[in-house]
C-alpha cells in the first residue's frame, strides 16, 4: 500500500495551493482519507477528512472555508485538498493519511491511521 503526497511549493500569503495523494496498493473500500500537517516545531495536527462512501468532510476550524477537500476515483484513487486564502501558519508539511472506517462520517482525529504518505511541504511567506 503506498499514499504519495504532491503538490507542496513555496508561496505567498493569500494564494492558494491543490495538495494531492494517490493512493494504491489495496481497493481501500470502507477507507477514510484524512489530510495532516506538522508545522515547525509544533505537534502534527488534523486537517481535514473526507468519507468516500458518503461524501462527508471535516476540517478543523482554522481551515473552515479556505480548505477543501475533494477525492477522485475515475484512474486512481486520488484526494486532494484545495488551499485557498493561505496563510503563514499554514506553513507544514502535510500528510495524507487513510483509515478503515465504518462509524460513518470521518473517524476522530485522534484515532490512529493505518497508512501514511512521506509528506509534501508547504512554505507561506507574507
Known amino acids: 500500500v503506498q499514499l504519495v503526497e504532491s503538490g507542496g511549493t513555496s508561496t505567498q500569503a493569500g494564494g492558494s495551493l491543490r495538495l494531492s495523494c494517490v493512493a494504491s496498493?489495496?481497493?481501500?473500500?470502507?477507507?477514510?482519507f484524512s489530510w495532516f500537517r506538522r508545522a515547525p516545531g509544533k505537534d502534527r495536527e488534523a486537517v481535514s477528512c473526507?468519507?468516500?462512501?458518503?461524501?462527508?468532510?471535516?476540517y478543523r476550524d482554522s481551515v473552515k472555508g479556505r480548505f477543501a477537500v475533494s477525492s477522485d476515483s475515475s484512474a486512481k484513487i486520488t484526494v486532494n485538498l484545495h488551499m485557498d486564502r493561505l496563510k503563514e501558519e499554514d506553513t507544514a508539511i502535510y500528510y495524507c493519511?487513510?483509515?478503515?472506517?465504518?462509524?460513518?462520517?470521518?473517524?476522530?482525529?485522534?484515532?490512529?491511521?493505518?497508512?501514511w504518505g512521506k509528506g509534501t511541504t508547504v512554505i507561506i511567506s507574507s
Open positions: 496498493g489495496a481497493s481501500f473500500d470502507g477507507y477514510t
Open positions: 473526507i468519507n468516500r462512501n458518503e461524501g462527508t468532510e471535516w
Open positions: 493519511a487513510a483509515r478503515k472506517w465504518y462509524g460513518g462520517g470521518c473517524p476522530p482525529p485522534t484515532y490512529r491511521m493505518e497508512f
